[in-house]
């Protein structure tokens, strides 16, 4: 059976491009038309390049065009500064690469997410963190021009709490303030427990809050805003019903050496594997997301490393051995 087919039973949205990618291919063993892949080994991280090329790439991977970068970093969850500070550095870079700023550019930082939900609190506790400058900017000295970039950020909450889609409060901003970039930091759904508070991912499409976990948000995007997005995205949950079925799969996948046993899983119709789980679930109607208990500390943890990241890539006067002073 098909995994996307019973994702597409569950409704399961795989906000990772890279995830999508592997799927798609894993399934077919062909190279997926219009979507190109790059892979680059480090240290403590391998970063992958999703390139959504054409309109069939879109129709197959479910994906804008543009480029998805993820980088899956697994010492993220050790307690290691040295590590940790490895993999800001690499987040920086990829930042740099992708924005392509101006030595004057004006960037709005926006922390999407719930700061009473810990799983949702990644972009909130990323502004707690980050420098802002567009105030002070006006009376910096001579000798910071061009050391330093116009920066302003808000965390502004979700519809639940302010009854303002996030997008009108953003799009009101972006006609105010005028920025040339939104970087806009947001917690993501995944498809496999292994990348939770892993695996970190740019794209320069923009983002649409909410989309893994089922909600349908208007999209933050450059359609929408006028100026230039850039995505981050951090996994913290995963739908209940993936986990169901990849215990199952793995259960039938031990009787391999039973063909009859083995031909009864294969047979399997998705739509039966979709009303079993959906059977199981049906209190949360399919739609419960789990999440690990030290997804606080996760969180604490990615918040720092994307917080440096944004002060290393958007001033270029900050010494990058010694980031962490420039962080609230």
């Not at 061009?146 to 799009?171: D, F, N, Y």
């Not at 991912?201 to 359609?223: C, F, K, M, W, Y």
Request: charged content about 25%.
């Amino acid at each position: 059976m098909k995994k996307s087919d019973l994702y597409k039973q569950l409704n399961v949205q795989l906000d990772l491009a890279v995830e999508a990618h592997q799927l798609l291919r894993g399934e077919s063993g062909e190279e997926i038309p219009g979507v190109r892949m790059d892979e680059q080994q480090l240290e403590y991280a391998k970063v992958t390049i999703i390139t959504v090329e054409t309109d069939e790439g879109v129709t197959a991977i479910g994906k804008p065009i543009g480029h998805y970068i993820t980088i899956d970093a697994p010492e993220i969850r050790t307690n290691n500064y040295i590590i940790h500070e490895n993999i800001t550095h690499v987040l920086a870079d990829r930042l740099i690469e992708l924005m392509e700023l101006k030595e004057d550019a004006s960037i709005l930082i926006v922390g999407l997410g719930n700061w009473n939900a810990t799983p949702d609190a990644l972009g909130p506790q990323v502004i707690d963190k980050t420098m802002v400058t567009r105030h002070l900017f006006q009376l910096s000295p001579d000798e910071l021009q061009g050391q330093m970039r116009k920066i302003s950020a808000i965390a502004p909450g979700v519809l639940g709490i302010t009854g303002i889609e996030t997008a009108e409060i953003i799009r009101g901003l972006v006609e105010h303030v005028k920025p040339d970039l939104v970087i806009a930091i947001d917690a993501l759904a995944a498809g496999s427990l292994e990348r939770i508070g892993t695996s970190i991912q740019l794209a320069d499409t923009g983002i649409h809050p909410g989309s893994g976990v089922g909600n349908r948000r208007a999209g933050i995007t450059e359609e929408t805003l006028g100026c230039k997005v850039i995505a981050i995205g951090l996994p913290t949950v995963v739908n209940a019903a993936v986990i169901a079925h990849d215990v199952v799969e793995g259960v039938f996948k031990e009787f391999v050496t039973s063909p009859k046993l083995y031909q009864l899983y294969k047979g399997i119709k998705p739509e039966t594997f979709s009303q079993i789980i959906d059977d199981v679930l049906s209190p949360f109607q399919g739609n419960l997301m789990v999440t690990p208990k030290e997804i606080d500390s996760l969180i604490k943890t990615v918040a720092k490393i994307i917080a440096g990241a944004l002060a290393i890539s958007l001033h270029p006067g900050i010494d990058r051995e010694d980031y962490e002073r420039y962080l609230q």
